[in-house]
């Protein structure tokens, strides 16, 4: 007669099989357990855990939550409890669940750092401080505390506090703690901090040719050519890639080598995608050998490889003479720069009798710049983040009349998706000088000195020329009062990127 196997043995057997990870079979088996003994808390524990595991957080919760009551006083389970409640979304459970873990084993460095997560989740940053640097004094190599403590200072509006935090070497080196780490600085917009962060993480690990990449990309966007090309020969003597090529030859030629950056460019295999072909794009601009006829019929080949129309086709809103003019600017870059200089006092003077301005972000907005733009339209719509198929039908939802395009070519367009229509009339005009060569750009806002009568320039788009200029100056609030000190002609110089300074420029 085959004897049954005790409860301890039934135990064991479900433990291995959660051991080999052999997640389903082992709730199951505890599962059994739990209905054999109610009140054995091991195994209520275990099955809550797995049940976790495969995704049925309530019926985790249920089982913890029948642990806790059978053991009161086990910090471990209160601290699951903290766990699954916050992956649960419900924070303030989550938040108790952790400080009764805290109240039952207060030397314990992971009851801390569970406070300190579950203060950060409902926004308690400041609070959230304090229980996670204790959590460090307890165990310094507790990645975790250092990555919330770090999250913590960037929600506070706190880059530096932030960068001092991530140069722990706890966290240099555990490259997951620090790639999680990387993209909270890009996501808080702290792009200068992030180029110091890795510039410090590549003193600890120079064969990192991700980190090499992700620095020069950061260098480059700073407009900090010198830097950039160093990094990017970096990243590519570790790993020859296509971005690194890309960066090393747009910052050779931001360093001025027009010439050296433009051969990079050209060698670089295979085709590229949309992004890459509007970079060169940008770029061909700098070269004094380029005349109109060739820049015109680069656009129209970028047009037809990358600018189709798709599905599903643009149907026009209904209007009536009721309605408001819906007029949509749309800008990857709405806050300092030329965006904030030559939109803001023409945003200001405009009629909103009949007229509904919408400014669209299509990155988000970071400065005050930007915040004072926003506080000048009729409505802000929020579009970052938006992959093309979402940023289509978010566009199309505005049920805009007129959509200005403020980028053209320029870096962080989203010209595939306008070129697919958003608005009855489509215009160009700011920050692009060329034609956008799309099919649904209606006109491009110029004017007799940019683009006179008898200019060789062409455009598919109708030319619209203003009368008294295309862009009007705005200087920033806290620019001093014009003056002209001493006699003589006033003498005006234009700060622009070298690469734009060739020798005919100069000799013009």
Avoid at 277 to 290: K, S, T
Avoid at 416 to 430: D, G, I, S
């Amino acid at each position: 007669m085959t004897v049954p196997p005790t409860f301890a043995q039934r135990f064991d057997a479900a433990m291995q099989l959660a051991t080999a990870r052999r997640t389903h079979e082992a709730a199951q088996a505890f599962g059994a357990l739990a209905r054999a003994q109610p009140a054995h808390v091991p195994t209520r524990r275990m099955l809550g855990a797995l049940l976790h595991e495969l995704g049925r957080g309530a019926d985790a919760l249920a089982e913890l939550d029948a642990a806790a009551r059978l053991a009161p006083g086990d910090a471990g389970i209160q601290a699951a409890r903290s766990d699954l409640l916050l992956g649960l979304g419900q924070v303030e459970a989550a938040e108790q669940a952790a400080l009764g873990a805290l109240r039952l084993d207060p030397a314990s460095a992971a009851a801390q750092l569970r406070f300190g997560l579950a203060l950060a989740a409902g926004a308690r940053w400041q609070d959230a401080i304090a229980p996670l640097r204790d959590a460090l004094a307890r165990q310094p190599g507790l990645a975790g505390a250092r990555v919330a403590l770090v999250q913590c200072r960037l929600m506070l509006g706190e880059p530096g506090q932030a960068l001092v935090e991530a140069c722990d070497p706890g966290l240099l080196d555990v490259r997951d703690a620090f790639q999680r780490v990387i993209a909270d600085f890009a996501a808080a917009g702290a792009l200068s901090h992030r180029a110091d962060l890795l510039e410090r993480y590549l003193q600890r690990h120079p064969r990192d040719a991700d980190a090499a990449l992700a620095l020069a990309a950061d260098l480059h966007a700073l407009g900090r050519p010198s830097a950039a090309l160093r990094w990017s020969e970096h990243a590519l003597r570790l790993r020859p890639e296509r971005l690194a090529t890309e960066i090393r030859a747009a910052s050779l030629i931001d360093r001025g080598d027009v010439e050296a950056g433009l051969a990079a460019y050209r060698e670089l295999p295979g085709d590229r995608d949309a992004q890459a072909a509007a970079r060169h794009l940008v770029l061909m601009h700098y070269d004094p050998a380029q005349d109109n006829a060739r820049l015109f019929a680069a656009h129209r080949d970028f047009a037809q490889r990358y600018l189709r129309a798709g599905e599903p086709p643009f149907a026009p809103s209904a209007s009536g003479p009721d309605r408001p003019l819906r007029i949509g600017w749309v800008s990857p870059r709405i806050g300092a720069g030329p965006v904030a200089t030559f939109l803001h006092g023409l945003l200001a003077q405009f009629e909103r009798d009949g007229f509904h301005h919408l400014l669209v972000a299509l990155q988000p907005v970071r400065d005050a710049a930007g915040a004072r733009l926003v506080a000048l339209a009729d409505e802000f719509v929020d579009a970052s983040g938006l992959d093309d198929a979402r940023l289509l039908q978010r566009l199309r939802d505005l049920r805009l009349d007129v959509l200005v395009d403020l980028a053209g070519h320029s870096t962080a367009n989203r010209l595939p998706v306008l070129a697919r229509r958003v608005a009855p009339l489509q215009l160009c005009w700011l920050d692009w000088f060329d034609t956008t060569a799309a099919p649904a750009m209606d006109a491009w806002i110029s004017d007799g000195w940019l683009t006179p009568a008898d200019s060789t320039q062409r455009h598919t788009e109708q030319v619209v020329r203003l009368a008294a200029g295309r862009l009007c100056y705005t200087p920033p609030d806290d620019s001093p009062a014009p003056m002209h000190d001493g006699g003589g002609t006033p003498v005006f110089a234009s700060f622009n990127r070298l690469a734009k300074l060739n020798d005919g420029v100069v000799d013009t």
